[in-house]
């Protein structure tokens, strides 16, 4: 009896499951129809805001970008599809500087993951939604981003320049203020030379009458030979 039991149960929803996918069927019948005008109105349909088509680098009004070649989007990409050509230039403040020189992108192998949008720390990234891309080779999606010249750096302002003056002639200052105290701790130092020059002389007193006082040509020889080893220290420390 339980198989039996089992089965119209069975049965029984099977036919409660087909019923509401035929009231979902009967309801598609009787409902509007949607129809796509594309590509006629692809100048006003309206995107969702997370669909993503190609990465682009913003510019402002005037020209400019934000992508200051940190290289956080090439390091966070999962499949190499970022890679930017980068240079070093001067400053007008004699600093160096690394600038973004061509920024690559290859659309062939993107997977708009979306990360190097989210981890660049200037916002200079983002995701349109010109989904026509296609193309007949895939060399022509690899894409050069940074469209527009690169423009040089720019020119100091009047105020910058008094600025920067300020600083180096303060710098000069210092510099010079450091040598002349160090000039003037190296003057200091020979102030103890007189009192080991009056030792010397003291030496040289006491040596010379030590040769007169002599008795005997060993006792004067030997008193000679300390007196002339004491004058030859004194020259050598340029006291004589």
Same mark, same amino acid.
């Given at each position: 009896?339980?198989?039996?039991?089992?089965?119209?149960?069975?049965?029984?929803?099977?036919?409660?499951?087909?019923?509401?996918?035929?009231?979902?069927?009967?309801?598609?019948?009787?409902?509007?129809?949607?129809?796509?005008?594309?590509?006629?109105?692809?100048?006003?349909?309206?995107?969702?805001?997370?669909?993503?088509?190609?990465?682009?680098?913003?510019?402002?009004?005037?020209g400019?970008?934000?992508?200051?070649? &940190?290289?956080?989007?090439?390091?966070?990409?999962?499949n190499?599809?970022?890679?930017?050509?980068t +240079?070093m230039?001067?400053?007008?403040?004699? +600093? +160096?500087?690394?600038? !973004?020189?061509?920024?690559?992108?290859?659309?062939?192998? &993107?997977?708009?993951?979306?990360?190097?949008?989210?981890? &660049?720390?200037?916002?200079?990234?983002?995701?349109?939604?010109?989904?026509?891309?296609?193309?007949?080779?895939?060399?022509? !999606? !690899?894409? +050069?981003?940074?469209?527009?010249?690169?423009?040089?750096?720019?020119?100091?302002?009047p105020?910058?320049?008094?600025?920067?003056?300020?600083?180096?002639?303060?710098?000069?200052?210092?510099?010079?203020? #450091?040598?002349?105290?160090?000039?003037?701790?190296?003057?200091? /130092?020979?102030?103890?030379?007189?009192?080991?020059?009056?030792?010397? /002389?003291?030496?040289?007193?006491?040596?010379?009458?030590?040769v007169?006082?002599?008795?005997?040509p060993?006792?004067?020889? #030997? /008193?000679?030979?300390?007196?002339?080893?004491?004058?030859?220290?004194?020259k050598?420390?340029? #006291?004589?």
């Amino acid at each position: 009896m339980g198989s039996v039991s089992e089965y119209f149960k069975s049965l029984g929803a099977g036919v409660v499951s087909l019923v509401k996918g035929l009231q979902v069927t009967g309801s598609e019948l009787v409902k509007g129809k949607i129809t796509e005008y594309y590509p006629e109105d692809r100048n006003t349909y309206k995107w969702p805001e997370r669909f993503r088509a190609i990465l682009t680098l913003v510019y402002d009004k005037d020209g400019n970008h934000k992508c200051i070649a &940190c290289g956080t989007c090439e390091r966070v990409c999962p499949n190499g599809t970022i890679h930017l050509d980068t +240079k070093m230039v001067e400053t007008w403040d004699g +600093k +160096k500087k690394k600038k !973004l020189d061509k920024y690559f992108y290859d659309l062939g192998t &993107c997977t708009f993951c979306d990360l190097c949008v989210t981890n &660049c720390p200037t916002d200079a990234l983002a995701f349109s939604n010109d989904f026509e891309q296609a193309v007949f080779t895939r060399e022509k !999606l !690899l894409k +050069k981003l940074n469209y527009l010249p690169e423009k040089e750096e720019p020119k100091p302002t009047p105020e910058q320049i008094a600025k920067l003056q300020a600083e180096k002639e303060a710098k000069i200052a210092a510099a010079k203020a #450091a040598a002349a105290a160090k000039a003037a701790a190296a003057g200091a /130092a020979p102030a103890a030379a007189p009192a080991v020059n009056d030792k010397l /002389a003291a030496a040289i007193e006491k040596a010379k009458q030590a040769v007169a006082d002599a008795a005997t040509p060993e006792e004067k020889a #030997a /008193a000679q030979a300390k007196l002339d080893k004491i004058e030859a220290a004194l020259k050598a420390k340029g #006291a004589m």
